[in-house]
């Protein structure tokens, strides 16, 4: 499955943005999805991930204040964040898989959107 993600940008602590992340290829409901992030001079990790059965799983530093959710009928994805902070900062990519496991590990997944940079000033 080819995935486009969107939605990145420059916000102040405090405020909130919504990525997306549009789907093509095979049929996007059985794909579980999953966001991650890559801070600059970090390794990418775990954000957010919804199963092919709508289950939910976040990271704990986003518990509480991001919302993933996705919408089969329009092959999407979108991640609501809320509450940023500067630590936040980083380029956010979703993720598609077909395993058994679907958090939190990167190699549960095997198609990867391109990435889209969020940026949190303080």
């Known amino acids: 499955v080819q995935l486009q993600a969107s939605g990145g940008g420059l916000v102040q602590a405090g405020g909130s943005l919504r990525l997306s992340c549009a789907a093509s290829?095979?049929?996007?409901?059985?794909?579980?999805m999953g966001w991650f992030r890559q801070a600059p001079g970090k390794e990418r990790e775990f954000v957010a991930a919804?199963?092919?059965?709508?289950?939910?799983r976040y990271a704990e530093s986003v518990k509480g204040r991001f919302a993933i959710s996705r919408d089969n009928a329009k092959n999407t994805v979108s991640l609501q964040m809320n509450s940023l902070n500067p630590e936040d900062t980083a380029v956010y990519y979703c993720?598609?898989?077909?395993?058994?496991?679907?958090?939190?590990?990167?190699?549960?997944?095997?198609?990867w959107g391109q990435g889209t940079l969020v940026t949190v000033s303080s």
């Open positions: 919804i199963s092919r059965n709508s289950g939910v």
């Open positions: 993720a598609a898989g077909e395993d058994r496991l679907w958090y939190p590990k990167e190699e549960y997944y095997v198609d």
């Open positions: 290829g095979r049929a996007f409901s059985i794909y579980n």
